[in-house]
């Protein structure tokens, strides 16, 4: 009796723990929405601040520049903040900062100004970055590790869906409300300084919403109760990782640089797709009809997400990762060299390939690192800033032509093949730690 007492226990401890973890993990899927969410609303926000400010696609580009840099200078304040004050507490001070970055864009849109709207930015992408540190070793290490990939897909899925849903939203809200947004495709016209005042003001509701959403948001997260992670997930002490270092391992070695250098690509893609489709020899859209057809670029992101997640449970992800990257090149050089509808939709499915890439990477890069694994975490987290290159592309379509600078995006999708056929091979792999 007492012997079968005690498994009862222990199966029950194990079923709540289950469950605990489920609902966890469904609330850190509302996270990834919203930063999603946010983040793909600078792609609508970038064709309309060109208009507003007239600026070159350099300066177009350097918007999204200063927000990946964010991530640079964040990431290890943040893994500091976790460690002082726990996941939870962090993960609201991130939407908070979120939401503070929100309302400043107000007073940007009214002045209106440019490097004020940098700022804003700025703030938007720290917030995004706390998060992005919490949240993605939490959903990697919450499970068995062979199933990391996978989890970590699904998870991601629901950030393709606010990403998929923020082009309708931005589309409808700002450039929808906006002169440069309506104008016809293909015009020339330069706006006059009260059209400019006029468009820069329609930015200003649905960063309200944003800011609105992001405190109910932060207030629902200080009163969940989340679980409390075991040393998976903590920064081990000293004497753990004596003699052990990050640079023992290959697949994070190389899988720093391979996030650094897929996030130009895909960055690379999204800003410039609205200004790419709306041209006369590709599809001769306005930048609000243009905004429809990165709602399809992004949603096919969220499908091969969920794809991804099924697939990788029998498929190595790896191997899965490698086929994402050779159908990406080949996609990227149909946009480059052809025009028309091919080169618009060629454009556009690139979202699908692109879809499984970082959340891949990741996994793939924090395998077998035991408990290196928040370190190494940071590190990658920290890679992101990769986006922050994209002005390289913005000079290239400056210098060479719109279309001639995804080339640029093409020799970025070989190395994440490199990366998926040797960088990603495990070496010195440490014992994997419990998530108590």
């Known amino acids: 009796m007492p012997i079968q007492t005690t498994n009862l226990s222990t199966g029950s401890a194990a079923s709540a723990r289950g469950s605990?973890?489920?609902?966890?993990?469904?609330?850190?899927?509302?996270?990834?929405?919203?930063?999603?969410?946010?983040?793909?609303?600078?792609?609508?926000?970038?064709?309309?601040?060109?208009?507003?400010?007239?600026?070159?696609?350099?300066?177009?580009?350097?918007?999204?520049?200063?927000w990946f840099i964010a991530y640079f200078f964040a990431s290890i304040p943040s893994a500091k903040l976790i460690e002082r004050v726990g996941y939870q507490r962090a993960m609201v001070f991130g939407l908070a900062l979120m939401a503070v970055g929100a309302l400043i864009m107000v007073p940007a849109a009214r002045l209106p100004s440019y490097g004020v709207t940098l700022f804003a930015l700025f703030v938007i992408a720290s917030g995004i970055t706390l998060l992005q540190v919490?949240?993605?070793?939490?959903?990697?290490?919450?499970?068995?590790?062979?199933?990391?990939?996978?989890?970590?897909?699904?998870?991601?899925?629901?950030?393709?869906?606010?990403?998929?849903?923020?082009?309708?939203?931005?589309?409808?809200?700002?450039?929808?409300?906006?002169?440069?947004?309506?104008?016809?495709?293909?015009?020339?016209?330069?706006?006059?300084?009260?059209?400019?005042?006029?468009?820069?003001?329609?930015?200003?509701?649905?960063?309200?919403?944003?800011?609105?959403?992001?405190?109910?948001?932060?207030?629902?997260?200080?009163?969940?109760?989340?679980?409390a992670m075991g040393t998976a997930t903590q920064r081990s002490a000293k004497e753990a990782r004596k003699g052990q270092s990050l640079w023992a391992h290959r697949n994070l070695v190389f899988g720093i640089p391979a996030i650094f250098i897929y996030l130009i690509a895909e960055i690379g893609v999204a800003n410039l797709f609205i200004n790419?489709?709306?041209?006369?020899?590709?599809?001769?859209?306005?930048?609000?009809?243009?905004?429809?057809?990165?709602?399809?670029?992004?949603?096919?992101?969220?499908?091969?997400?969920?794809?991804?997640?099924?697939?990788?449970?029998?498929?190595?992800?790896?191997?899965?990762?490698?086929?994402?990257?050779?159908?990406?090149?080949?996609?990227?050089?149909?946009?480059?060299?052809?025009?028309?509808?091919?080169?618009?939709?060629?454009?556009?499915?690139?979202?699908?390939?692109?879809?499984?890439?970082?959340?891949?990477?990741?996994?793939?890069?924090?395998?077998?690192l035991g408990p290196l694994t928040e370190e190494g975490s940071g590190l990658l987290i920290m890679a992101i800033a990769g986006g922050a290159l994209v002005i390289v592309q913005g000079w290239l379509a400056d210098t060479y032509g719109l279309q001639t600078s995804f080339l640029?995006?093409?020799?970025?999708?070989?190395?994440?093949?490199?990366?998926?056929?040797?960088?990603?091979?495990?070496t010195n792999a440490l014992p994997q730690q419990d998530v108590i």
Do not use: K
């Open 20 to 66: 605990s973890y489920r609902s966890a993990l469904t609330l850190l899927a509302s996270l990834f929405f919203m930063w999603g969410f946010i983040t793909v609303i600078n792609n609508t926000l970038l064709p309309h601040l060109r208009s507003v400010f007239d600026l070159s696609y350099t300066q177009t580009t350097l918007i999204e520049s200063v």
């Open 408 to 426: 640029l995006t093409a020799a970025c999708e070989l190395y994440v093949l490199f990366y998926a056929l040797w960088g990603s091979r495990v």
């Open 134 to 227: 919490a949240a993605n070793p939490y959903v990697a290490v919450v499970g068995p590790p062979e199933t990391a990939s996978s989890r970590l897909n699904l998870v991601q899925a629901f950030n393709s869906a606010g990403a998929t849903l923020a082009p309708l939203f931005g589309g409808y809200l700002i450039l929808g409300r906006s002169t440069s947004g309506t104008a016809a495709a293909g015009s020339t016209s330069v706006l006059t300084q009260a059209e400019r005042i006029a468009d820069a003001q329609s930015v200003v509701l649905p960063y309200l919403i944003v800011a609105a959403v992001l405190v109910v948001l932060a207030i629902v997260i200080a009163r969940f109760p989340l679980p």
């Open 276 to 368: 790419f489709v709306s041209q006369p020899q590709i599809g001769n859209l306005s930048h609000e009809q243009a905004s429809h057809y990165l709602f399809i670029l992004w949603g096919g992101m969220m499908v091969g997400r969920l794809i991804g997640s099924v697939v990788m449970r029998t498929i190595p992800a790896e191997r899965v990762l490698a086929f994402a990257s050779i159908g990406a090149c080949l996609v990227m050089l149909i946009a480059t060299f052809t025009t028309g509808h091919v080169a618009m939709w060629a454009l556009i499915s690139v979202g699908l390939f692109h879809s499984i890439m970082f959340p891949t990477i990741f996994t793939l890069g924090i395998r077998g």
